[in-house]
């Protein structure tokens, strides 16, 4: 199987933070930490989660096809996410419960410093969920 260009910076992400390469908090070690450890266990048929890489990408491809900048020296460029962005959102969207296909997450409390882009991220992450996200409890992919 080929990795998109997303899937590789995805676990490029993953991986940087794991061996220091890219500074971040405990937080956000540990959220990679479990990541790296729930796609071992995903291969196994008592763990009750697994990545869906086609949702992943559709939620990460869905900021630039989509979704432009609307102020600043960006103004009218696509949106594209930074790998940490991407990290978020296909976590968010990628890990899915065996038994319903619905999201393992529902909620998410994601913090970010000053000038980071919280609220256009929020708001891509809210149009992508109200207008083309199935309903989390139904087998459903993004288009």
Not at 13 to 37: F, M, N, P, Q, W
Request: aromatic share 12%; hydrophobic share 40%.
């Amino acid at each position: 199987m080929i990795a998109s260009a997303y899937q590789s910076e995805f676990n490029g992400y993953v991986e940087g933070v794991l061996s220091g390469d890219i500074v971040a908090g405990k937080l956000v070690t540990l959220a990679c930490e479990r990541h790296k450890r729930d796609m071992e266990r995903a291969e196994s048929k008592e763990f009750p989660y697994y990545f869906d890489w086609a949702v992943a990408e559709g939620a990460i491809e869905f900021f630039p096809s989509m979704l432009k900048h609307s102020t600043g020296e960006l103004l009218g460029q696509p949106f594209h996410l930074e790998p940490w962005q991407m990290f978020g959102v296909g976590s968010i969207y990628g890990w899915k419960r065996v038994e319903d296909g619905g999201r393992r997450f529902k909620r998410v409390l994601w913090m970010m410093g000053r000038k980071n882009g919280k609220t256009t991220l929020g708001a891509g992450i809210c149009l992508l969920t109200t207008g083309f996200d199935p309903n989390p409890l139904c087998p459903q992919r993004l288009p």
